[in-house]
């Protein structure tokens, strides 16, 4: 396609987490019908993996050297040169508070304006005046999407497009030998919890079910993957309580703490359980990634995941906050390998037909071509 339309893309932060990820693999789609360009950190996990991709890297950062936000006015500064340079007819947050950037400053865009809201929660009445003046936002789920508009959003300037996943690239993880890397006989099973460490994800819950799991499934190890961003201290504390709980119970042993890695699928791949306790969730990459690969789920009822995912179906859901109830549900599962195979089986072919990469890139390729 000659002169293709031109989009440029705002990504917030270096790192490479679910909201990154989603819209790489979207984004790869539409190379062919758009010249698309991401804004982004010089420097990290995102900016080598734009570079893997071959996209076009625009260095931008919304934040110093010291990582202290700059203001809107240098930022401004340091982005419509940027702009004017691409010559985009778009531009698309990725983020709530790129969009509530954007919206602050919208006369000084002459483009389309639009932006992900990947993230439910509570916003001032002036963060939503700001958002609302972006010509359209994209929820990552019914839930996402419902949660703005009792805030004020309104109707019309919302459009739901849930993220979608390369079913076929999730087949099977690269071999990995867990039970070698941390030292554990091979009679061992993993339960796996991933993503971000915070009070939103409530691993604390795990952490409190753990010992009424323990007796009755002495042979099943916890695997935690991801890290704490927050510095906030009460971020802190909570990571310092739940290790402090894990060794009062004794089962310090059972959990293994495996940080970040670029290797999710391999670690999917010899877990025989996803667990995911989230106090809220939009619409999380992690269930997309566990379903793809047919692994059975226990997930909260919560935000997005009941879009995506069937009760007793294609996972089996408990209540936020209810360490009895996740700990009934993993004893259940635990003790029961024909309904692990079966929830996994049918979270793939759901997921499968329903939240494929293909059909949330060709969502988003229409709602941009109608501003084009």
Not at 206 to 223: F, G, K, M, T
Not at 283 to 296: C, D, N, Q, S, T
Request: with cysteine.
């Amino acid at each position: 396609m000659l002169n293709k339309p031109r989009i440029a893309i705002l990504m917030e932060f270096p790192s490479l987490l679910g909201g990154e990820r989603s819209l790489l693999a979207v984004i790869g789609q539409l190379k062919q019908q758009y010249e698309l360009f991401l804004f982004a950190p010089r420097t990290g996990p995102l900016a080598d993996q734009i570079k893997s991709s071959g996209q076009n890297h625009i260095s931008f950062n919304i934040r110093d050297e010291q990582g202290i936000r700059k203001s809107d006015e240098v930022l401004l500064g340091e982005l419509l040169p940027l702009l004017s340079k691409v010559d985009c007819q778009i531009v698309h947050g990725n983020s709530v508070s790129m969009a509530r950037f954007l919206g602050r400053h919208r006369e000084r865009f002459p483009q389309t304006v639009t932006a992900h809201l990947r993230d439910i929660m509570k916003l001032s009445a002036r963060a939503i005046q700001d958002i609302s003046r972006l010509d359209r936002l994209i929820a990552v789920s019914k839930a996402t999407a419902h949660s703005y508009q009792t805030q004020g959003v309104e109707f019309d300037k919302m459009q739901v497009i849930h993220n979608g996943i390369d079913v076929h690239s999730f087949l099977r993880g690269v071999p990995l030998n867990l039970h070698r890397e941390l030292n554990l006989p091979g009679s061992v099973r993993f339960a796996a919890t991933i993503g971000q460490i915070g009070l939103r994800k409530g691993h604390d819950i795990l952490i409190e079910a753990i010992p009424q799991i323990a007796n009755s499934h002495p042979d099943w190890h916890y695997l935690i993957v991801g890290e704490r961003h927050s510095t906030k201290a009460e971020s802190i504390a909570h990571v310092e309580k739940m290790l402090e709980s894990l060794k009062e119970s004794g089962n310090e042993d059972r959990v293994h703490w495996l940080g970040y890695r670029t290797d999710v699928a391999n670690i999917l791949e010899q877990a025989e359980l996803l667990i995911h306790p989230a106090r809220q969730e939009p619409f999380g990459r992690v269930l997309l990634e566990a379903a793809a690969m047919g692994k059975a789920i226990i997930a909260t009822d919560v935000g997005g995941t009941g879009e995506m995912l069937v009760h007793r179906e294609s996972a089996w859901f408990v209540p936020a906050n209810d360490a009895q109830s996740l700990s009934d549900a993993c004893n259940k599962l635990m003790s029961d390998s024909e309904l692990r195979e079966s929830l996994g089986r049918n979270a793939r072919q759901r997921i499968s037909k329903q939240f494929t990469i293909e059909k949330s890139a060709h969502e988003l390729a229409l709602l941009w071509q109608h501003f084009l």
